[in-house]
């Protein structure tokens, strides 16, 4: 009898070994491992106060439809024809489809210094005499962690077809941490024909802090100059951008501000945040809170010497949630003498924006991400999951924006947790998101010059206007032909807009009941 105890473990690897072997019973096995697991981890998020996860056991659980929001455009109908991958949902099952997991291994799990792509820095100088860094995926590198192909930037890189492979300007969450997945696309881009560079604020990922300031949450003024020194420095390569997670405040205010002059094609946001204001006062989960709390008191006090001068240091670093350091930040400096003050300001006609001081109401008035949406004039494509822990319910995404205006869509998809979307193919598994914002900058590429063909061919504008049009809309797919510069002029108003009514070309600002991207072109 003791001898028989002693083999038991034995004797039931050996059963399930063999189970393994048979196809059925491997399958029932593992079924059941995943199942035990599963309980294990609802154990786990219960304790560590997290929401408790959906289980899909099979991808027949899942809908297999994203959907997909947007007014019916020719734009729209374009897109839903010809990118096939973003109207499928992500197809996997658990853990890949865990949203808990997956932010662990996105976002927060420790990533290499570069995550296998070779990135060159150039340092901008701003006109208030910060710094912003630009790093530009120049290659990828190989299993010893060396550089395939080393280029400068604008040359023929590793995976663009072109020596003017149309530039993606990527931007980070707001803490600017680089992800596993921000990596991840850097990599997929190169390997498609497209040029990332990554943008990162001021003070964060590793780009010094020689003023005494950060970056407000929605304050486009240091991505104006970093996109100026991009068109100057390539002037030849189309522009488009994406935004991961909380960095979508930056990018969408920059569209909204400058409208049809942002000289951007497309853009994309990838579980991007609509309300700043409601984010930063809905609570995070415990887990969650702490880590990022943690990671943003690093950063202040790498510089908290230097900052001391204008914030109370001390108090922010005692914050326990982000809505607290971020009103500390920037809505309760310390505040100079009024004498002192009258010495600084002697001279100068207006403040800047970035120096300016409001309190919390009044800052988000000034940086909410769709404070100025009515003025965005290039399609955005926004990429949201119905299982984000880290943003509000689905329920309070702002579907009115995407039915009345032409330039937004909106893919939402059951599951895909922050900035994850992970899914399973052939050779391993990727991420979806990536996929489908790469098709769709190529749909919207190839929209936009079919257009300028049917343009020419039915006679509906003039010459000047296919020229506009042509430069506006050249070369989203790589070509081997040199593109040429785009320009978008300013709205016109006064007597010149009343010239351009009386003459047949019909401005955008006013309202009809149809859209048709003739229209937007006459801006």
């Known amino acids: 009898m003791w001898d028989f105890i002693c083999l038991w473990p034995f004797l039931l690897l050996f059963l399930i070994s063999l189970l393994l072997r048979w196809d059925k019973g491997g399958y029932f096995v593992k079924e059941g491992m995943r199942l035990v697991a599963w309980n294990i981890w609802i154990t786990t998020c219960w304790t560590l106060k997290l929401p408790r996860p959906v289980l899909f056991n099979t991808p027949g659980d899942q809908e297999s439809e994203v959907k997909l929001v947007c007014k019916p455009t020719a734009l729209a109908n374009y897109i839903k024809q010809h990118c096939h991958i973003l109207i499928h949902s992500p197809v996997a099952k658990w853990p890949r489809t865990d949203p808990h997991l997956q ?23 701003l006109q208030d005499g910060g710094i912003i860094a630009l790093d530009w995926a120049v290659g990828l590198k190989d299993q010893k962690g060396q550089a395939k192909k080393d280029c400068p930037p604008g040359g023929r890189v590793l995976g663009c077809h072109t020596s003017n492979p149309p530039i993606i300007i990527l931007i980070p969450n707001a803490l600017g941490k680089i992800t596993q997945h921000l990596l991840s696309l850097c990599c997929l881009a190169l390997q498609q024909g497209f040029y990332p560079v990554v943008f990162s604020r001021r003070g964060h990922g590793s780009c010094p802090l020689t003023t005494p300031r950060y970056q407000q949450f929605g304050d486009p003024s ?59 006062e809905t609570p995070l989960p415990w887990l969650y809170n702490e880590a990022v709390l943690l990671y943003r008191k690093l950063q202040l006090s790498r510089y908290a010497t230097a900052l001391s001068s204008v914030m109370d240091v001390e108090t922010i670093l005692r914050s326990r949630s982000l809505q607290d350091m971020e009103r500390l930040i920037f809505c309760s400096a310390r505040q100079q003498d009024n004498s002192e003050m009258d010495t600084l300001d002697q001279g100068r006609e207006q403040r800047s924006r970035s120096s300016m001081k409001f309190d919390w109401v009044g800052y988000w008035d000034r940086n909410e991400p769709l404070r100025d949406a009515d003025e965005v004039a290039v399609p955005v494509l926004c990429l949201c999951s119905s299982d984000d822990p880290l943003l509000p319910p689905s329920s309070t995404l702002p579907i009115s924006l995407f039915r009345n205006s032409p330039y937004f869509f909106l893919a939402l998809t059951t599951q895909g947790s922050h900035c994850g979307f992970m899914q399973e193919k052939h050779g391993g598994t990727g991420s979806w998101s990536h996929e489908a914002v790469l098709e769709y900058f190529r749909a919207v590429g190839d929209f936009f010059k079919v257009e300028e063909r049917n343009f020419v061919m039915e006679g509906f504008v003039g010459q000047g206007a296919v020229q506009s049009l042509r430069q506006r809309t050249c070369t989203v797919l790589p070509r081997k032909r040199r593109a040429v510069m785009f320009r978008r002029e300013r709205p016109v108003f006064g007597p010149q ?20 991207w003739n229209r937007s072109y006459t801006r």
Not at 247 to 259: A, I, V
Not at 497 to 516: A, C, K, M, N
Request: overall charge negative; charged content about 15%.
């Open 497 to 516: 807009r009343q010239l351009s009514v009386h003459s047949g070309l019909v401005p955008f600002e006013e309202e009809h009941d149809t859209f048709t």
């Open 103 to 125: 932010i662990l291994f996105n976002l927060m799990w420790p990533t290499e210094e570069d995550g296998g792509v070779y990135f060159k820095r150039d340092n901008l100088l």
């Open 222 to 280: 240091d991505l104006v100059q970093a996109v100026a020194y991009l068109r100057n420095r390539h002037p030849s390569s189309v522009l488009l951008a994406v935004s991961e997670g909380s960095g979508s405040g930056l990018l969408l205010s920059y569209l909204g501000e400058y409208g049809s002059s942002s000289y951007l094609v497309a853009a994309a946001c990838i579980s991007p945040v609509f309300h700043g204001q409601a984010w930063f």
